[in-house]
Nanobody, 123 residues
Framework: QVQLVESGGGLVEAGASLRLSCTAD????????MGWFRQAPGKERQFVAS????????AYADSVKGRFTISRDIESRTVYLQMNSLKPEDTAVYYC????????????????WGQGTQVTVSP
């Protein structure tokens, strides 16, 4: 297993930027497909972004495409979610997710979850 710890959430106003970080406790971090999901109050957890473990291909939900960027740093065992032009509808708990040697794209594809970090965007 791998433990994931998110950080970087906070309260910002619309149009602001945040960068979320997810650190893994294993040196085999590069063998995990990584991603971000979010869950707003009263809603189901939804896919936000993913990055493959092998070729670092990225994918994004339509709602964040062009505003969010997922990236990773192997040395620091960290995956990032750079969030720009934040909107109130981006308000949610953001969860880091991982799967061994597979892309993270849907809830069912996730093997490991972080505890989540709250992002709140004021109008």
């Amino acid at each position: 297993q791998v433990q994931l710890v998110e950080s970087g959430g906070g309260l910002v106003e619309a149009g602001a930027s945040l960068r979320l970080s997810c650190t893994a406790d294993k040196r085999s971090f590069s063998n995990y497909g990584m991603g971000w999901f979010r869950q707003a109050p009263g809603k189901e957890r939804q896919f936000v972004a993913s990055i493959t473990f092998d070729v670092e291909a990225t994918a994004y939900a339509d709602s964040v495409k062009g505003r969010f960027t997922i990236s990773r740093d192997i040395e620091s065992r960290t995956v990032y979610l750079q969030m720009n032009s934040l909107k109130p509808e981006d308000t949610a708990v953001y969860y880091c997710a991982a799967r061994w040697r597979r892309v993270v794209r849907n809830i069912g594809s996730v093997e490991y979850w972080g505890q989540g970090t709250q992002v709140t965007v004021s109008p």
